[in-house]
């Protein structure tokens, strides 16, 4: 399964209250995209997870998610 959180966080890549800074976004998602990769939710991480972020899912396409979501195994998680 390919997990994803069910809503985004307060603190999400996506949002005002982001905990980065622009500048580190745009690192993040050019990364994410070279390696045809997702973000995981840094609340997610801490909590030893490893969804992907709900802003990313929400925004972007990657391999990875369009071929979970071909096959039917996106699962949502707190």
Do not use: W
Request: net charge positive; charged share 30%; with cysteine.
């Amino acid at each position: 399964m390919f997990e994803v959180m069910k809503e985004k966080c307060d603190e999400c890549l996506y949002s005002p209250n982001r905990v980065v800074s622009i500048a580190r976004r745009k690192e993040i998602l050019k990364d994410c995209k070279q390696r045809d990769s997702h973000f995981i939710c840094h609340k997610s991480s801490i909590e030893g997870g490893r969804a992907c972020c709900r802003g990313f899912y929400e925004s972007s396409s990657t391999g990875m998610i369009r071929i979970a979501q071909r096959l039917g195994m996106i699962k949502e998680v707190n």
